[in-house]
């Protein structure tokens, strides 16, 4: 009798296979399997404590702080070299994208209008929370921690920072011992990107083996960071990890009331002011929020606008807004629309700050507050955190910059719902404008259901390796639908 193993058998083992198992969980359990393990693992470092420190660890962090440390870092750096190029290719190809499209100017200011409107509310929600609790007022922290911050912004800094120090906005750096080390200018990248997108209009016909390969480079780059975004649960581990070892409960503890304030107004800006601009345009809020999902949960844990927004921007489309549309407003958003970085967070810091040193702030600076977030939002540029947006607000009030050092303890904790609300914003703006302006799928978007980040992914590199742009919004329609519908929304949007 013959003992091998019946082939059932062995495809039950197969699928036992414990690396297999863990790739087949959902990416959102991997998210939230990533915060648990981080905030253990968090814990565990700090209950270590330091080491005797030496020149090769100054800090005295524990083995596993400069574990988790080392793995935040590394997703972070991964981010960070691929937005350059995003930035660039995003902003030409989308701003090009417009050239057939009869109304551009039209949507363009339209979109910029809501950006303004939805950061008005945002800014108000936020200094009324402040004006009530009074964050700053026994709040605990210690005055060792100020510190002003190595990355200013005043309204000087801003305006200049406006000017490309070279076409690619990149700096360099010499340190004490000779390496060079680069950096980049955001903001600067999306002024280049902006005056080579018009010039490329301008030209015309001769521009378009250009737009060819710019849209080609955008599809590779988009490529790469769909594999960065894979790597967003280990990420978690080591940002969400190291912020507790580094910190602890302590610094939250003492931030109490400030980390609820925040907390408190991104909630009653997205599940209260979203919802009601969403009902007085007549829009499904029940849609919106299970078509945004996959881009607001990705947010939450990438901390990065940028980082974010090829997910922003398929889950726009998958919605019902024409690709040449959503192509233009959220790479737009992506650095220039923050209701969490540039309005709730800096309005609330702001308090924060006079309260803690004790300085009156009358109407004029809660107006002051409100012009900054209004107008000074794409100073913030789409990376992870908000200093930038902090100091520009600071230094318009006179206020200590000193003050930056206070907020820096959870500054990652508060950045992770700041980023979910300003991804989430920026879809809502797309959503709006496109059904103002009469060019959004509205079947499409009464039938959007909640997708995994897995669907989302297969489609799009199954859109990427279709003929043409046609095919890919076709085939990212009828993977909402079940019709054959994107190829007339097409048609449609490009002649509204």
């Given at each position: 009798m013959s003992t091998s193993t019946p082939p059932s058998s062995t495809a039950a083992t197969r699928q036992r296979n414990p690396l297999r198992a863990i790739l087949g969980i959902s990416f959102g359990w991997q998210v939230l399997i990533g915060l648990v393990?981080?905030?253990?693992?968090?814990?565990?470092?700090?209950?270590?404590?330091?080491?005797?420190?030496?020149?090769?660890?100054?800090?005295?962090?524990?083995?596993?702080?400069?574990?988790?440390?080392?793995?935040?870092?590394?997703f972070v750096t991964l981010l960070k070299a691929l937005v350059p190029?995003?930035?660039?290719?995003?902003?030409?190809?989308?701003?090009?994208?417009?050239?057939?499209?009869?109304?551009?100017?039209?949507?363009?200011?339209?979109?910029?209008?809501?950006?303004?409107?939805?950061?008005?509310?945002?800014?108000?929600?936020?200094?009324?929370?402040?004006?009530?609790?009074?964050?700053?007022?026994?709040?605990?922290?210690?005055?060792?921690?100020?510190?002003?911050?190595?990355?200013?912004?005043?309204?000087?800094?801003?305006?200049?920072?406006?000017?490309?120090?070279?076409?690619?906005?990149i700096a360099g750096k010499a340190s004490e011992d000779g390496a060079v080390s680069l950096s980049f200018n955001a903001l600067q990248i999306l002024v280049i990107s902006i005056a080579v997108g018009i010039a490329v209009l301008k030209v015309g016909e001769k521009a378009e083996p250009f737009l060819k390969f710019t849209g080609s480079a955008l599809e590779i780059v988009q490529k790469l960071l769909w594999w960065v975004i894979r790597l967003?649960?280990?990420?978690?581990?080591?940002?969400?990890?190291?912020?507790?070892?580094?910190?602890?409960?302590?610094?939250?503890?003492?931030?109490?009331?400030?980390?609820?304030?925040?907390?408190?107004?991104?909630?009653?800006?997205?599940?209260?002011?979203?919802?009601?601009?969403?009902?007085l345009n007549g829009l499904s809020v029940g849609s919106f929020f299970r078509g945004v999902w996959p881009a607001t949960s990705l947010g939450f844990v990438s901390r990065s606008s940028l980082g974010t927004m090829p997910m922003t921007q398929t889950v726009t489309e998958r919605m019902g807004v024409p690709r040449h549309y959503a192509s233009f407003a959220i790479p737009l958003g992506a650095t220039t629309k923050m209701d969490g970085c540039a309005a709730i967070y800096p309005s609330l810091a702001a308090i924060f700050v006079a309260n803690f040193y004790g300085v009156p702030l009358g109407v004029t600076d809660y107006l002051l507050i409100v012009l900054?977030?209004?107008?000074?939002?794409?100073?913030?540029?789409?990376?992870?955190?908000?200093?930038?947006?902090?100091?520009?607000?600071?230094?318009?009030?006179?206020?200590?910059?000193?003050?930056?050092?206070?907020?820096?303890?959870?500054?990652?904790?508060l950045d992770m719902g700041r980023t979910a609300l300003n991804v989430t914003g920026q879809s809502l703006v797309a959503v709006i404008v496109a059904k103002r302006e009469k060019i959004l799928d509205q079947p499409t978007y009464d039938a959007t259901r909640r997708t995994s980040f897995q669907v989302i992914q297969a489609e799009e590199t199954a859109a990427i390796a279709a003929d043409g742009p046609a095919d890919s919004e076709a085939a990212t329609s009828q993977a909402t639908t079940g019709e054959g519908s994107g190829g007339d929304r097409e048609k449609q949007s490009a002649t509204a």
């Open positions: 393990l981080g905030i253990i693992l968090g814990l565990v470092a700090a209950q270590i404590g330091p080491v005797a420190e030496t020149d090769a660890n100054p800090d005295g962090a524990n083995w596993l702080t400069t574990g988790l440390d080392t793995i935040g870092t590394i190029p995003l930035i660039f290719l995003a902003i030409v190809t989308s701003i090009a994208n417009l050239r057939n499209v009869t109304n551009a100017a039209r949507l363009a200011w339209k979109t910029l209008l809501w950006f303004a409107i939805t950061a008005l509310i945002s800014v108000a929600v936020g200094i009324t929370l402040g004006v009530i609790t009074s964050p700053g007022e026994n709040s605990g922290v210690d005055r060792s921690a100020e510190a002003a911050s190595s990355t200013q912004g005043g309204w000087m800094d801003f305006l200049t920072g406006l000017v490309p120090a070279n076409f690619l906005g967003a649960p280990i990420g978690t581990v080591g940002l969400l990890g190291n912020a507790v070892a580094s910190y602890g409960w302590e610094a939250i503890g003492q931030l109490g009331v400030f980390t609820v304030d925040v907390y408190v107004g991104m909630l009653i800006v997205l599940l209260v002011v979203y919802p009601v601009l969403l009902k900054v977030s209004v107008l000074g939002s794409a100073a913030t540029a789409g990376m992870t955190g908000a200093t930038v947006m902090l100091t520009l607000t600071l230094s318009t009030l006179g206020l200590p910059l000193e003050g930056v050092g206070l907020l820096l303890a959870i500054d990652p904790i």
